[in-house]
C-alpha cells in the first residue's frame, strides 16, 4: 500500500530542505536550455525556412523556462499540477515551433533541439511533483514530439519512415521523463518509510518526553521553593516553634506552588512557548487550533516563530501568532518586525518557509512598512485508526 501511496507522493513535500537546497540547479537548467535553444537556432540560421515561427520557439523556451523558476521556487511553492503542465506545454509548443521553422529543409531529423528541452524541463519538476504526474505529461509531450517528427519527415527526401522518425525524436523525452518519474517515485518511497518508521517510535519517544517534562516541573518548582519556602522555613528554624500563622503560610503556599504547577502542565503548547516569551511574543489562538495540528505542523511552526523571536530587530514590537479556524479552513498568520526586503526574507527565513509550504500547503508572505507578514492557509487531513497492532499511549501536544 505505500508504493501505492508512493506513487502519489511529492518529494518536496517529505523533505523540504533538499528541495530548497537544489533550487540553484534548477534555475541553471533552466538558463541553460534557454541559452541551448538561442544558440542551436543561430547556428542552424541556413536550415531555418520561416524566422516567425523560430522566434516564437525562443519565446516559447523563455516562457518555459521562466515558468520553471517560478513555479518550483521553494519560498513560493509547493508545485502545482497546473504550474507542471504549463512549463511542459510552453516547451512542447517551443519544440513543434523549432520544427516547423525548419519544416522540410533538414535531413537530420535528430538534430531538433525541441525534445531535449522538453526533457530537461520535466527533469526540473522530479522533486516537486508525484511520479504519476511526470509520467502522464512524459507520455503526452513523446505522442506530440514523435508525431511532428514523424509529419515532418513525409517532407524529406527519404530520410527515415515516419516511425523511425518518432521514435528517435521521442527518446530525449521518454528518457529525461521516465527518469524524473522512477526518481520522485522511489525517493517518495524512501521518504514513506523512514516517516512510517519514525512514527511508530514516536510513542516511545513522546513517552520519554512526557517523562523530561515531569522531571523539568519539579525542577521549576524547586525553583519557586528558594523564593517562597526557603525563608520561611528559615524563620521557623529561628523562632524554635510553629505557630498558627506559620501553619496557614504553609498551607497557603502549597496551594499556589500546586496551583502553579497544574496550570503550566494544562497550557497549551503555543501558551507556554509566549509564557516563555512575555516581551517577545504574543500568541492569539481562541479555539486551541495549535493543540490540534499535527506533530509535524507543530514542530515547523514553533521553529519559525522561534526564529522570529530570535531575529525581531525592534524590542518594542512583539512576533503575534494568530491562529483562526473558519469551517474545515485553518489559516496561521505570523506578523513580525522586521527592517529588511524581500531579498532579505528569501536568504534568512526560505529554508523555514519551504518546510512550513510543505507541512500546510498554502502560504503568502510579504514585507509591508517595516513588517513580515506570513500567511499559511490549510485544511486538516483525516487520519485513519489503525487497522491492527496495539494501541499506542497518548500522543503529546508539545513538541520535540
Request: proline share 6%.
Amino acid at each position: 500500500m505505500i508504493g501505492f501511496l508512493a506513487w502519489r507522493g511529492i518529494p518536496q513535500r517529505l523533505d523540504p530542505i533538499v528541495a530548497r537546497s537544489i533550487y540553484p540547479l534548477i534555475g541553471v537548467a533552466a538558463i541553460g536550455s534557454m541559452i541551448y535553444a538561442i544558440v542551436r537556432t543561430l547556428t542552424a540560421g541556413a536550415e531555418v525556412r520561416d524566422p516567425f515561427f523560430a522566434g516564437v520557439a525562443i519565446a516559447f523556451v523563455v516562457v518555459a523556462a521562466v515558468l520553471v523558476m517560478l513555479v518550483t521556487d521553494p519560498v513560493r511553492s509547493p508545485a502545482r499540477f497546473g504550474g507542471l503542465a504549463g512549463a511542459v506545454a510552453a516547451a512542447v509548443l517551443a519544440s513543434v515551433a523549432s520544427s516547423v521553422s525548419t519544416w522540410g529543409t533538414s535531413n537530420v531529423i535528430w538534430d531538433n533541439w525541441g525534445p531535449l528541452v522538453v526533457g530537461i524541463v520535466i527533469l526540473t519538476f522530479s522533486e516537486f511533483r508525484p511520479g504519476r504526474d511526470l509520467a502522464l505529461v512524459t507520455a503526452v509531450s513523446a505522442v506530440i514530439v514523435g508525431s511532428t517528427a514523424a509529419l515532418e519527415t513525409s517532407a524529406m527526401p527519404d530520410l527515415a519512415s515516419p516511425v523511425t522518425s518518432a521514435v528517435i525524436a521521442a527518446t530525449p523525452v521518454v528518457l529525461f521523463g521516465v527518469g524524473a518519474s522512477v526518481f520522485s517515485y522511489r525517493l517518495s518511497l524512501l521518504l514513506s518509510r523512514s516517516a512510517e518508521s519514525a512514527l511508530r517510535e514516536q510513542s516511545g519517544l513522546s513517552r520519554r518526553v512526557r517523562i523530561r517534562l515531569r522531571e523539568l516541573l519539579r525542577e521549576s518548582g524547586r525553583e519557586a521553593l528558594s523564593v517562597d519556602v526557603v525563608p520561611f522555613l528559615e524563620g521557623v528554624l529561628e523562632r524554635g516553634e510553629v505557630t498558627e500563622a506559620d501553619a496557614a503560610r504553609a498551607r497557603r503556599i502549597s496551594a499556589v506552588l500546586r496551583s502553579v504547577i497544574i496550570t503550566d502542565m494544562a497550557l497549551p503548547w503555543l501558551q507556554r512557548l509566549a509564557r516563555a516569551h512575555p516581551d517577545a511574543l504574543q500568541a492569539d489562538d481562541p479555539g486551541d487550533l495549535a493543540e490540534r495540528l499535527t506533530m509535524e505542523q507543530k514542530v515547523a511552526l514553533r521553529a519559525v516563530v522561534t526564529t522570529l523571536v530570535a531575529v525581531r530587530t525592534r524590542s518594542a514590537s512583539p512576533v503575534v501568532v494568530r491562529l483562526r479556524e473558519v469551517g474545515r479552513h485553518r489559516s496561521i498568520l505570523l506578523l513580525a518586525p522586521y527592517d529588511g526586503g524581500e531579498t532579505g526574507v528569501r536568504v534568512r527565513f526560505g529554508s523555514s518557509i519551504a518546510v512550513m509550504n510543505a507541512v500546510f500547503g498554502r502560504s503568502t508572505v510579504s514585507v509591508v512598512e517595516g513588517e513580515l507578514r506570513m500567511l499559511f492557509a490549510f485544511e486538516p487531513k483525516t487520519v485513519p485508526a489503525p487497522a491492527s497492532g496495539p494501541a499506542s499511549g497518548p500522543q503529546s501536544s508539545m513538541p520535540s
